[in-house]
C-alpha cells in the first residue's frame, strides 16, 4: 500500500510565500512523474506543476516565475515552493504521483488528502 501525505498549506497574506512538501511512503520500488494539482472552490481540479524522475517540470504560465516544484528521489517527497501568493492561488492543493510499487509491474497513479491554501488580500 503506498500513501501520499502533504503539508505545509495554510492561511498568508497577498505577497507572502509557502512550501508545500509531499512524501510517498510504503512499498515503493521507485517513483515516476510526482506534481500539484489545485481546486479552488466551485471549480475543476487542475494542474499547476509537473516533475518527472529525471527532474523536468512543466509549471502553468499563471504560476511561472512564483512557484518553484523540487523532488528528492531518496525521499519520495515533491515540494512546491510558492512566492509571491495572490488571492487567486486559494484552492486545496493536492499532490499526485505515478508510483511503481515493490513486486507490481507498472505504475499506478496515487492522490494525496489534500491541504488547504488561502491567500488574503
Known amino acids: 500500500q503506498v500513501q501520499l501525505v502533504e503539508s505545509g498549506g495554510g492561511l498568508v497574506k497577498e505577497g507572502g510565500s509557502l512550501t508545500l512538501s509531499c512524501a510517498a511512503s510504503g512499498d515503493i520500488y521507485r517513483t515516476e512523474a510526482m506534481g500539484w494539482y489545485r481546486q479552488a472552490p466551485g471549480k475543476q481540479r487542475d494542474l499547476v506543476a509537473l516533475i518527472r524522475s529525471g527532474g523536468s517540470t512543466n509549471v502553468i504560465d499563471s504560476v511561472k516565475g512564483r512557484f518553484t516544484i523540487s523532488r528528492d528521489n531518496a525521499k519520495n517527497t515533491v515540494y512546491l515552493q510558492m512566492n509571491s501568493l495572490k488571492p487567486e492561488d486559494t484552492a486545496v492543493y493536492y499532490c499526485?504521483?505515478?508510483?511503481?510499487?515493490?513486486?507490481?509491474?507498472?505504475?499506478?497513479?496515487?492522490w494525496g488528502q489534500g491541504t488547504k491554501v488561502t491567500v488574503s488580500s
Open positions: 499526485n504521483a505515478d508510483v511503481v510499487p515493490r513486486f507490481a509491474f507498472g505504475s499506478t497513479e496515487y
